[in-house]
């Protein structure tokens, strides 16, 4: 069963499948079941207008990238090279011929999708794409969130999905690495949204794909450098 299909509080439901659309994480038949959604459900649909909202913030803290001039010009070559007139002086059969109209337009747009996608596709050789997200849930536990974790900024955001911490209790964040011991990552911020930096020690550990885990601590977090109170989510960081 899918996730789009498997839609019960075990899962995190239609929040969780709404954000996780949105960043771009689903499976290709997943995403399919969602897009239709997207066109029948008025309610789902405004879930995902919601969560495009939500992470336009994040988003807004990356800078944008200029693809470099030569890749206009290869793209401008491979697409245009054989539409090139012949001679200086065109019939006007040319110019009225529909087919090579409709075949510039298809051409301009597929030039244009290129060129939006160019910076996800073919990032700078002196920035390379470094952001891992992951979907953090657990069984019987209503808490769920959603951790992007960017190593160029050396931050990991997170979004609440759902739950709440209680009364003299804090979430805590922690990564880990296989069978080690969880390293905190600190006491995750009150509120919908969060962003917390990651120290240079866990930053490689991060990169290579660990797990990150909260777990419900008194105030300030754990006395003792260890999870002392139940983890409440957990999941494993994938790249986007």
Known sequence: MTLAEDNGPERGGDDLLAAEYVLGVLAADERQIASRRIDTETAFARLVDAWEVNF?????????????????????????????????????????NLAFWRGLAAAAIAALAVYVALPFVNPPVSRPETRL????????????????????????????????????????????????????????????????????????????????????EPTGGSPTGQPTGPVVAAGDLKGI
């Open 56 to 96: 336009a913030s994040m988003a807004a803290a990356y800078a944008t990238v200029e693809p470099p001039a030569s890749v206009k010009t290869a793209i401008d070559r491979r697409l245009f090279a054989s539409s090139a007139p012949t001679s200086a002086a065109p019939s006007a059969g040319f110019w009225s």
């Open 133 to 216: 997200v992951a979907s953090l849930a657990a069984d019987n536990s209503n808490v769920k969130y959603l951790a992007v974790y960017d190593a160029a900024r050396h931050e990991v955001d997170l979004s609440l999905v759902s739950g709440e911490r209680g009364t003299g209790k804090d979430f805590e964040l922690w990564m880990i690495e296989g069978k080690n011991a969880p390293v905190s990552m600190g006491v995750i911020p009150a509120g919908q949204t969060a962003r917390m930096a990651v120290t240079a020690a866990v930053q490689h550990k991060l990169a290579q794909g660990a797990v990150l885990a909260v777990s419900l």
